[in-house]
């Protein structure tokens, strides 16, 4: 993409997508950029944002597009995230969560499925089914275990570990039933004149409800303690009255470990495979949280005995 002078570029993620700053005369906006996957990472991304906004959360609005040309502009939503607000020394972390909590719900509620996108046509938010679960599961196997695995013992484990996830999956009792961001942790939260908005959003499906709160408390990328956790946790079951109780804890503990092993692959995948190595320093988060929602409970027993014949680092 050929810059204009008017142009910045941000700070990526870890998508195939470039961020620019647009500056006008009086005012901004964001130009996202993306010549592979650009269905999911613009057309897509735009849908999800519309059906947010049409339900009253607040999300990026399109402002232009030129798919032709791999980019659309959206509104600019500043530099704000949540993560950096929670980094400061005098916020009240519970309070801000507990905010979080309550735009979860909010979240939970929405019950639309299709939109038009802004090329005319219907688009509808695909079911979380348990074959995807598996996939993003085998992202540990596939990347993760290929760097520290004795090679001969590969195969081996690999198929032990897909014989694992998928009696973990099936175990799972809140299948499809709600909006799901699947990236909901701090650093996708904006706050925006005192309103939290969410970004990042062209991942969303109709899945689990325990899945989004898995990702915001058991987050590798902002440690919070087994306290807050609790509390979170117990939050939210509050503002669930008809919630099983004891379905919503399994599937939490069993959505927690199967992401952050997701992570662990994704992490090393970036590394091996896109050269971007910053996200390595969080796999020892990941193994820690893992550890918290797996040890002593009986469910995860064979997941346990699998994972210890592996070396981590």
Same mark, same amino acid.
């Given at each position: #993409?050929?810059?204009?002078?008017?142009?910045?570029?941000?700070?990526?993620?870890?998508?195939?997508?470039?961020?620019?700053?647009?500056?006008?005369?009086?005012?901004?906006?964001?130009?996202?950029?993306? +010549?592979?996957?650009?269905?999911?990472?613009?057309?897509?991304?735009?849908?999800?944002?519309?059906?947010?906004?049409?339900?009253?959360?607040?999300?990026?609005?399109?402002?232009?597009?030129?798919?032709?040309?791999?980019?659309?502009?959206?509104?600019?939503?500043?530099?704000?995230?949540?993560?950096?607000?929670?980094?400061?020394?005098?916020?009240?972390?519970?309070?801000?969560?507990?905010?979080?909590?309550?735009?979860? +719900?909010?979240?939970?509620?929405?019950?639309?499925?299709?939109?038009?996108?802004?090329?005319?046509? @219907?688009?509808?938010?695909?079911?979380?089914?348990?074959?995807?679960?598996?996939?993003?599961?085998?992202?540990?196997?596939?990347?993760?275990?290929?760097?520290?695995?004795?090679?001969?013992?590969?195969?081996?484990?690999?198929?032990?570990?897909?014989?694992?996830?998928?009696?973990?999956?099936?175990? *799972?009792?809140?299948?499809?039933?709600?909006?799901?961001?699947?990236?909901?942790?701090?650093? @996708?939260? #904006? #706050?925006? &004149?005192?309103?939290?908005?969410?970004?990042?959003?062209?991942?969303?499906?109709?899945? +689990?409800?325990?899945?989004?709160?898995?990702?915001?408390?058991?987050?590798?990328?902002?440690?919070?303690?087994?306290?807050?956790?609790?509390? *979170?946790?117990?939050?939210?079951? $509050?503002?669930?009255?008809?919630?099983?109780? *004891?379905?919503?804890?399994?599937?939490?503990?069993?959505?927690?470990?199967?992401?952050?092993? $997701?992570?662990?692959?994704?992490?090393?995948? *970036?590394?091996?495979?896109?050269?971007? $190595?910053?996200?390595?320093?969080?796999?020892?988060?990941?193994?820690?949280?893992?550890?918290?929602?797996?040890?002593? @409970?009986?469910?995860? &027993?064979?997941?346990?005995?699998?994972?210890?014949?592996?070396?981590? +680092?």
């Amino acid at each position: #993409m050929k810059l204009s002078k008017s142009l910045k570029k941000l700070k990526g993620d870890a998508s195939l997508r470039t961020f620019f700053r647009n500056k006008k005369k009086e005012s901004t906006s964001i130009i996202v950029y993306a +010549n592979k996957n650009k269905r999911s990472n613009l057309l897509i991304y735009d849908c999800i944002n519309q059906i947010l906004l049409k339900n009253n959360i607040l999300a990026p609005k399109l402002l232009s597009e030129n798919y032709s040309k791999n980019y659309i502009e959206i509104e600019d939503f500043g530099d704000q995230t949540i993560f950096n607000l929670l980094r400061k020394s005098r916020t009240n972390k519970l309070i801000i969560f507990k905010r979080i909590i309550r735009l979860l +719900n909010k979240l939970q509620l929405i019950r639309q499925r299709k939109i038009k996108d802004f090329k005319k046509k @219907n688009y509808k938010i695909p079911n979380y089914h348990p074959k995807i679960l598996l996939e993003e599961a085998k992202l540990f196997s596939d990347w993760y275990v290929d760097q520290y695995s004795v090679k001969s013992k590969k195969l081996i484990f690999k198929k032990k570990f897909i014989k694992v996830v998928k009696n973990l999956i099936k175990k *799972l009792h809140y299948k499809n039933v709600t909006f799901v961001h699947r990236d909901f942790h701090v650093s @996708n939260l #904006m #706050m925006v &004149k005192n309103k939290i908005a969410l970004i990042d959003t062209q991942d969303a499906l109709i899945g +689990n409800k325990a899945y989004d709160l898995a990702s915001l408390i058991d987050d590798v990328r902002f440690k919070t303690s087994n306290d807050i956790k609790k509390k *979170l946790f117990n939050y939210y079951l $509050k503002s669930q009255k008809k919630i099983n109780k *004891l379905h919503i804890k399994n599937d939490f503990e069993i959505i927690s470990v199967l992401r952050n092993l $997701k992570i662990i692959g994704i992490f090393k995948r *970036l590394a091996v495979r896109d050269k971007k $190595k910053k996200y390595l320093k969080l796999i020892p988060n990941a193994w820690n949280l893992i550890k918290l929602r797996s040890k002593n @409970n009986d469910k995860f &027993k064979n997941l346990n005995d699998l994972l210890g014949t592996i070396k981590k +680092n």
